[in-house]
């Protein structure tokens, strides 16, 4: 089979391997869809916040078919469409453990779920960064159509707070710099796109939150001026969650901000326990995520689409593709 491998820091190529063997509890998937994310460049430039080995194959965000089992998978069969989550207990798929940027590869049958029938490929392989935004919205106790939602950052994570929000129906405002990448926010549901870095950011907050502020404030940029920027845009009782990562920078905060306007906020990371919620809501709200790709490249092409990523920060996500068969 043909796999995405990373060699060494910078260094990648389609290479030819093995087809994997599997256990009696692992199954057997055909990749059909994998995104390359940020945390994967990350990989290839020799740094992550666990420790791997080159050689790597990358990918935890994919869609797939089952095209074998092992003797104890009660579960799952050939044919199924299935997705995988990534963090798996001290390992994480497509970091520690080669992932799914393979023709063919192998995954635990309780790391699986089953893609729903209304969910393409395509959607399947969002359902990862889809989750951490669906989870934000979650840990924002529960936000509904009463709400109205500023979204720092549109990037991937961003953007699937944004459609999260849509579907269940709040008012959404985005705060993004990038024109394109607002028009995108709005295509995914929101309803106003202010610039973050505007001199009259804070007084177009109050104009479309009736002088009130917003009563929900999501971070998904994780630049540092956001996350203190939050603070001040936050209406009275606002509820603040901070899913974009930052470590190791500061800015200035006017942390009494908490106390006078009387805030909660919290901090997450990834999507524990949200995975059946969130392909239920996916497939129940028809919300569509697919405008979030922007790029698919083949998989046996996979040199090329992370060039792609390295080099066209246009880019929002970029898939790779593949209808490789046993």
Same mark, same amino acid.
């Given at each position: 089979m043909?796999?995405?491998?990373?060699?060494?820091?910078?260094?990648?190529?389609v290479?030819?391997?093995?087809?994997?063997?599997?256990?009696?509890?692992?199954?057997?998937?055909?990749?059909?869809?994998?995104?390359?994310?940020?945390?994967?460049?990350?990989?290839?430039?020799?740094?992550?916040?666990?420790?791997?080995?080159?050689?790597?194959?990358?990918?935890?965000? @994919?869609?797939?078919?089952?095209?074998?089992?092992?003797r104890?998978?009660?579960?799952?069969?050939?044919?199924?469409?299935?997705?995988?989550?990534c963090?798996?207990g001290?390992?994480?798929?497509g970091?520690?453990?080669s992932g799914?940027?393979?023709?063919?590869?192998v995954?635990k049958?309780? @790391?699986?779920?089953?893609?729903?029938?209304?969910?393409? @490929?395509?959607?399947?392989?969002l359902?990862?960064?889809?989750?951490?935004?669906?989870?934000?919205?979650?840990?924002?106790?529960?936000?509904?159509?009463?709400?109205?939602?500023?979204?720092?950052?549109?990037?991937?994570?961003?953007?699937?707070?944004?459609?999260?929000?849509?579907?269940?129906?709040?008012?959404?405002?985005?705060?993004?710099?990038?024109?394109?990448?607002?028009?995108l926010?709005?295509?995914?549901?929101?309803?106003?796109?202010?610039?973050?870095?505007?001199?009259?950011?804070?007084?177009?907050?109050?104009?479309?939150?009736?002088?009130?502020?917003?009563?929900?404030?999501?971070?998904?940029?994780?630049r540092?001026?956001?996350?203190?920027?939050a603070?001040?845009?936050?209406?009275?009782?606002?509820r603040?969650?901070y899913v974009?990562?930052?470590?190791?920078?500061?800015?200035?905060?006017?942390?009494?901000?908490?106390?006078?306007?009387?805030?909660?906020?919290?901090?997450?990371?990834?999507?524990?326990?949200v @995975?059946?919620?969130?392909?239920?809501?996916?497939?129940?709200?028809?919300?569509?995520?697919?405008?979030?790709?922007?790029?698919?490249?083949?998989?046996?092409?996979?040199?090329?689409?992370?060039?792609?990523?390295?080099?066209?920060?246009?880019?929002v996500?970029?898939?790779?593709?593949?209808?490789?068969?046993?």
């Open positions: 043909k796999a995405l491998q990373f060699e060494a820091p910078s260094t990648y190529a290479n030819e391997l093995d087809l994997p063997r599997i256990g009696d509890d692992e199954v057997l998937v055909a990749s059909r869809a994998v995104g390359v994310c940020h945390s994967d460049i990350e990989l290839l430039e020799g740094r992550y916040i666990i420790p791997f080995e080159y050689p790597v194959i990358p990918g935890h965000e @994919w869609a797939g078919e089952v095209v074998q089992v092992g104890g998978v009660t579960g799952y069969g050939p044919g199924d469409r299935v997705v995988g989550e963090v798996i001290s390992d994480h798929f970091f520690s453990i799914a940027a393979a023709e063919f590869f995954a049958e309780s @790391w699986l779920h089953r893609l729903p029938d209304a969910l393409s @490929w395509t959607q399947g392989a359902v990862e960064p889809f989750s951490c935004g669906y989870y934000a919205t979650v840990q924002a106790d529960n936000l509904d159509a009463s709400d109205t939602v500023l979204v720092y950052g549109a990037g991937p994570i961003g953007l699937g707070v944004v459609a999260a929000s849509a579907g269940k129906r709040a008012k959404v405002i985005v705060a993004e710099p990038s024109a394109a990448r607002s028009g926010a709005q295509t995914l549901g929101a309803e106003i796109a202010l610039d973050p870095t505007s001199a009259d950011f804070e007084d177009a907050v109050k104009e479309h939150t009736d002088g009130q502020g917003p009563s929900v404030v999501i971070e998904a940029s994780g540092p001026e956001a996350m203190a920027s603070l001040e845009v936050a209406g009275f009782r606002a603040l969650v974009g990562i930052d470590v190791g920078s500061s800015v200035p905060a006017k942390l009494g901000l908490f106390q006078s306007k009387e805030l909660q906020a919290r901090g997450i990371i990834g999507s524990p326990g @995975w059946p919620q969130t392909l239920r809501f996916l497939a129940r709200s028809g919300v569509d995520l697919s405008p979030l790709v922007t790029c698919q490249v083949p998989l046996l092409e996979g040199d090329r689409g992370i060039r792609t990523v390295l080099e066209d920060k246009a880019q996500k970029v898939h790779l593709t593949s209808d490789a068969t046993l």
